[in-house]
């Protein structure tokens, strides 16, 4: 089955800095790559996603990058202030099972 | 986005008792709905795919008469902790499918601490 991974478990950056984490997958047929935004207690939020036809795409701060022959994809923050800090899940999905498949998750800090 | 309500936002059992998990789709109809459940500091695990009026899709490792998923209508899952006991005390959270499979919308989780 699918398996996703991803680093770091830990994240400290600066503010102002950039931020990058990283998920691979191993199934090519999985096709939806959402990342998630989970503050302490709260449901997870999508804060951008990238289909398997697309390299890349940029919302404001964030952007995410697919390499498909590689087989992974990345969250890039930039300019991170305080309220990016929070935990951070990349996902692959695959329409044979209609399931996420999630990573570990990344918890980001941003030091003052 | 579309909206996913769950009830209670937190409950506190004792040991031997039966909790249930409501999880509404507000203003779309949910094909599919999926519960995880999540402990501190981890991925969210996913315990079960919920379809509208079929049995649940159990993962792995779950044990489907303890956790009893009921998918009456397009709007409402629910999800019954029977004989909780302290190992179960975790974040349980639901999702709901829209129109496009891929896309989920949490609900807000419940709290369950099984004294």
């Known amino acids: 089955g699918e398996n996703v991974e991803q680093h770091p478990s830990t994240l400290s950056v600066q503010e102002g800095d950039s931020a990058v984490i990283k998920c691979t997958y191993s199934d090519s047929a999985s096709n939806y790559f959402p990342w998630y935004k989970q503050e302490l207690g709260k449901r997870p939020q999508l804060i951008i996603d990238?289909?398997?036809n697309v390299g890349e795409k940029k919302d404001q701060r964030i952007a995410v990058t697919l390499n498909k022959t590689a087989k992974h994809f990345s969250l890039h923050i930039t300019e991170t202030q305080p309220e990016d800090s929070a935990v951070y899940f990349c996902a692959a999905f695959m329409d044979s099972n209609y399931q996420l498949i999630w990573g570990a998750g990344t918890k980001l800090i941003i030091k003052p | 986005g579309a909206v996913v309500s769950q009830h209670p936002s937190r409950v506190i059992c004792k040991s031997g008792t039966s909790v249930k998990i409501e999880c509404r789709s507000l203003?779309?109809?949910?094909?599919?709905m999926f519960w995880y459940r999540q402990f501190p500091k981890q991925s969210l695990m996913l315990m079960a795919t919920s379809n509208e009026g079929s049995k649940a899709t159990y993962e792995q490792g779950v044990e489907k008469d303890k956790f009893l998923i009921n998918h009456a209508s397009l709007t409402l899952s629910t999800l019954t902790v029977t004989s909780a006991h302290p190992e179960d005390s975790s974040f349980y959270i639901c999702?709901?499918?829209?129109?496009?499979?891929?896309?989920?919308?949490f609900g807000p989780g419940t709290r369950l601490t099984v004294l």
């Open positions: 990238i289909r398997s």
């Open positions: 999702s709901a499918a829209g129109l496009t499979y891929n896309e989920q919308f």
């Open positions: 203003d779309f109809q949910a094909t599919t």
